[in-house]
T-cell receptor, first 111, second 114 residues
Framework: QKEVEQDPGPLSVPEGAIVSLNCTYS??????FMWYRQYSRKGPELLMY????GNKEDGRFTAQVDKSSKYISLFIRDSQPSDSATYLC???????????FGKGITLSVRP | DAGVTQSPTHLIKTRGQQVTLRCSPK?????VSWYQQALGQGPQFIFQ???????QRGNFPDRFSGHQFPNYSSELNVNALLLGDSALYLC?????????????FGPGTRLLVL
């Protein structure tokens, strides 16, 4: 079993839709949870960073962490064509420790 | 601020050869981590350098080695290249007190092994 499992894709939605991206993990040591966005031929870009269980909102993005269920989600409201990218969840056991990534899901937002 | 820069952008090698990839961290950052991202996969941690020492290492063979220089730039060396080493190699920099939230990734070096 992989430490981090991410819902498989690809995912295609119409502009304006609400998108839900999900990851599960098996390692209880993970304390830091991140979502990255990666455009084609670019490096990953940090979107959301959370430490505790609960919700964190930043504009159209909401990150949700449920440590008891070992489940994290990223919600994108009012999705835009510019949101079309690969989304990666990542986790770490320490503030300066290595990141363990999910496989990534490719999102396409149709105009 | 140029952010994290990596060179070269693309590279083609043949099996058995050796390759060196380079990374310059974002200004003010002193910690460098390297990741390997195979096509269609998430990045996998190779190792991390801080104060010119390897601080953490992932599950990669000894063919993968690295170095950090006094100016915090870093090199990743891969010996005896295999076809399976074909991937995007990402460098990320951060500063220790800032933690993962301060970590920035470079654009990567795309390596193709024939």
């Amino acid at each position: 079993q992989k430490e981090v499992e991410q819902d498989p894709g690809p995912l295609s939605v119409p502009e304006g839709a609400i998108v839900s991206l999900n990851c599960t993990y098996s390692n209880s040591a993970f304390q830091y949870f991140m979502w990255y966005r990666q455009y084609s031929r670019k490096g990953p870009e940090l979107l959301m960073y959370t430490y505790s269980s609960g919700n964190k909102e930043d504009g159209r993005f909401t990150a949700q962490v449920d440590k008891s269920s070992k489940y994290i989600s990223l919600f994108i409201r009012d999705s835009q064509p510019s949101d079309s990218a690969t989304y990666l969840c990542a986790m770490s056991a320490g503030a300066n420790s290595k990141l363990t990534f999910g496989k990534g899901i490719t999102l396409s937002v149709r105009p | 601020d140029a952010g994290v820069t990596q060179s070269p952008t693309h590279l083609i090698k043949t099996r058995g050869q050796q390759v060196t990839l380079r990374c310059s961290p974002k200004s003010g950052h002193d910690t460098v981590s390297w990741y390997q991202q195979a096509l269609g996969q998430g990045p996998q941690f190779i190792f991390q350098y801080y104060e010119e020492e390897e601080r953490q290492r992932g599950n990669f063979p000894d063919r993968f080695s690295g170095h950090q220089f006094p100016n915090y730039s870093s090199e990743l060396n891969v010996n005896a290249l295999l076809l399976g080493d074909s991937a995007l190699y990402l460098c990320a920099s951060s500063f220790p007190s800032g933690g993962l939230e301060t970590q920035y990734f470079g654009p990567g070096t795309r390596l193709l092994v024939l």
